[in-house]
């Protein structure tokens, strides 16, 4: 824990400076870095020969394609999501947590923000699902299964390995569609086949929290660039020195700026990167790990952050684990600085920059643009984009469904003709504008359709395109 401590203490500084460093040209060459002895470092040319292919860097790289898929839905910048490991003593503090985050309502710290930020299933020492890791078994079924069903809960959060197993066998009988697909946690390859047939398709492993860096597919403009970031980059988590960036360059160059990662250790499955920051997850931790400055990084960076948070915990900000008083958060759930630091998220999502989404739903999408098959027919008149399938290197193939079709986004050079997307034979309803994030480019998309808070009244959720009041 010192360790990472003094780690993230000596590299913040730097690389919030460095990384809003207003980008150069995209020729622009990176600046001489100074190394330990003062003499200026070399960028290692093994390192950039295994890089050239600049997807490797784990960029989403839009100038480079004709046409290409949009990085986040029109017209986001960067895409945020909570990983909230369920720890809420009782229902009670989790209504109040999500009724002013995730709600509209009138709540004790001000009108709701509407955000769509989901929040993970608890399981009890029997594996029974539950609305809140402190609550009572079956006292809040009805509302569990009400946000289970309209997406709201689209995570699990099991830290009791020997329940897993009843975990798993009290989901199968939910419907398939509504099924968590996240897992946060480690696990063994038997758990993940159990949890992979009960739904789950992305897996938060624990060894994948980083410290340091916020975010992932950020955009560093260049080979060069990146390799540098490599070089500076805390490969000690991974067990690789940053040296090592010859056979498998891209593999490592994946643990860096990749949020999920293909596998094999174990059987073939998706693992997921979370940031958490030096400090205990906790409550009080949350405003220091979206400080303002990471968020900048991350809209001007073009990236995607899933946090991992647990708000149903409190603990001294910055003690070290056998000072930090940690406990069961208590009410009011949310204290000055997290209700600012949701605000601060609110006001870039309202602004179209910052694209807030259940942690779910932000690894489908990351995971559908990486997959997706299409192919291109050109005329002077027309370019027809026929959507193939999703092709996955972990799940298999598969075809294109309506819900592949929420929030797709497509872009073009401004002076390209007519475009046409298909499915099959069947021209999609698409808007094309002039794309905010690429100049010189326009934006084909459909818009993206985001979850509303239920009522705790019960009555049935609306739908919105409005990432907030």
Same mark, same amino acid.
Request: aromatic fraction near 8%; charge should be neutral; hydrophobic fraction near 45%.
């Given at each position: ?91 009670? #503090? ?157 593999? #490592? ?108 739903? #932000?690894?489908?999408? #990351? ?103």
């Amino acid at each position: 824990m010192i360790r990472r401590l003094l780690h993230w203490v000596k590299t913040r500084t730097r690389r919030v400076a460095a990384t809003l460093r207003r980008p150069g040209p995209w020729r622009h060459e990176p600046e001489a870095r100074e190394g330990a002895a003062g003499a200026p470092r070399a960028v290692d040319r093994a390192a950039l020969a295994d890089l050239l292919r600049i997807e490797a860097t784990g960029r989403w790289n839009v100038p480079s394609r004709e046409v290409g898929v949009r990085p986040f839905p029109f017209p986001f910048v960067a895409g945020f999501a909570l990983a909230n490991e369920n720890t809420y003593a009782s229902a009670a #503090l989790f209504e109040e947590a999500h009724g002013y985050v995730s709600g509209r309502g009138v709540t004790s710290y001000g009108d709701g923000l509407g955000l769509e930020v989901g929040d993970s299933v608890a399981a009890g020492p029997d594996g029974a699902p539950r609305l809140a890791a402190g609550g009572v078994v079956g006292a809040d079924a009805a509302r569990l299964e009400q946000l289970v069903e309209t997406g709201w809960l689209d995570c699990l959060f099991c830290p009791d390995a020997a329940a897993r197993p009843a975990l798993a066998r009290a989901l199968a009988p939910w419907p398939t569609a509504s099924r968590p697909s996240v897992f946060l946690g480690s696990t063994s390859p038997a758990e993940r086949a159990a949890l992979a047939e009960a739904g789950a398709r992305f897996f938060g492993d624990d060894g994948l929290i980083e410290i340091d860096k916020f975010g992932d597919h950020l955009d560093y403009r260049t080979i060069e660039r990146f390799a540098l970031a490599a070089r500076e980059y805390d490969w000690s988590r991974w067990g690789r020195p940053p040296c090592v960036l010859g056979a498998g360059a891209e593999i #490592l160059a994946g643990f860096m700026n990749r949020t999920l990662q293909a596998r094999n250790g174990g059987g073939p499955h998706w693992a997921f990167k979370r940031y958490g920051g030096p400090w205990r997850a906790s409550m009080p931790t949350f405003a220091g790990q979206v400080a303002s400055v990471l968020l900048d990084q991350l809209i001007s960076r073009g990236g995607a952050v899933i946090v991992r948070q647990q708000l149903g915990r409190w603990s001294l900000v910055g003690a070290a684990p056998d000072r930090d008083e940690a406990r069961p958060n208590g009410s009011p759930a949310l204290d000055r600085h997290a209700v600012a630091a949701w605000r601060d998220i609110a006001e870039r999502a309202a602004a179209g920059k910052l694209w807030v989404v259940t942690a779910g739903r #932000l690894l489908d999408h #990351l995971w559908r643009r990486q997959t997706l098959r299409f192919t291109v027919d050109k005329s002077h008149e027309r370019w027809v984009v026929r959507l193939g399938a999703l092709s996955c290197p972990i799940l298999g193939d598969r075809a294109i469904g309506s819900g592949d079709l929420n929030g797709l986004g497509f872009t073009v050079p401004q002076a390209a003709p007519e475009v046409v997307i298909t499915v099959g034979d069947a021209p999609l309803a698409m808007r094309r504008e002039a794309d905010p994030v690429h100049p010189g480019r326009d934006a084909v998309h459909r818009p993206w359709t985001f979850l509303e808070w239920p009522e705790l009244d019960g009555r049935p959720p609306a739908e919105t395109n409005d990432p907030a009041p």
